[in-house]
């Protein structure tokens, strides 16, 4: 969407964004209006605010002149006390364009006041884009979860390091597990000879030798 916009004593095609304070905005039916502004010139201007305010009803807009008589007009009349200063809410017109709103009909020029986040339409996205402050429960849960964690994680440590020192203990001291790579520390050393007497004999025999087994010695801790 682009505006019509008189610049310099120039008429431009601009976008909203590239809109400044100042400028003179060409007023179209059906518009979206992207800045807050003030009506300068125009006729049978309505907006529709129902986006902004909730308000169902079309907002009559007028030049601010126009405004001020219509004004001084209410004031000389004797209406309801439900009235707005002698006139109905909506038959008093307001000078003020308000962005986020549409014009509903009419046509006319309004000059630019607030533009970008210091518009009514930039606040309230900037309001909705800042971040939710954080309550102290959630505080207070937070930290409880934080000291959570890291108590699991210096008991699961301690889990580790018990484990790995019993594994090294049972095996080094019960279950002889060679854990170096040298010779388990209790052998039988006659069992371990009389393995390899009969492995011998096996080797004897397959090359086309025979010899008599020892008699297998009563196992005792020393060697013969």
């Not at 809109?19 to 518009?31: E, K, R």
């Not at 000389?76 to 549409?102: D, F, Y």
């Not at 095996?171 to 170096?180: A, K, P, Q, S, T």
């Not at 004999?201 to 090359?207: F, H, Q, R, T, V």
């Amino acid at each position: 969407m682009r505006v019509t916009v008189i610049r310099g004593g120039e008429i431009k095609s601009l976008h909203p964004k590239a809109l400044h304070v100042g400028d003179v905005v060409q007023i179209t039916y059906g518009m979206q209006i992207p800045v807050d502004g003030l009506i300068l010139t125009g006729s049978q201007i309505s907006t529709d605010e129902s986006a902004m305010t909730g308000e169902s009803d079309e907002i009559r807009k007028a030049p601010q002149a126009e405004c001020i008589e219509r004004l001084e007009e209410s004031q000389k009349q004797a209406r309801e006390t439900q009235k707005v200063r002698g006139v109905r809410k909506h038959e008093l017109p307001s000078p003020i364009l308000q962005s986020g709103t549409s014009i509903a009909q009419g046509e006319g020029t309004f000059v630019c006041l607030m533009v970008g986040e210091d518009s009514c339409l930039g606040q309230i996205l900037a309001q909705m884009e800042k971040r939710d402050e954080k309550t102290p429960l959630q505080e207070k849960l937070e930290e409880m979860a934080e000291d959570i964690g890291k108590l699991g994680t210096v008991f699961a440590l301690l889990t580790f390091h018990v484990l790995m020192i019993r594994f090294i203990v049972e095996g080094l001291f019960f279950r002889d597990i060679n854990l170096f790579g040298t010779q388990p520390m209790s052998v039988d050393v006659n069992k371990w000879k009389w393995d390899q007497a009969k492995r011998a004999i096996k080797e004897d025999a397959s090359n086309g030798r025979r010899l008599q087994a020892p008699a297998a010695p009563a196992p005792t801790g020393e060697c013969p």
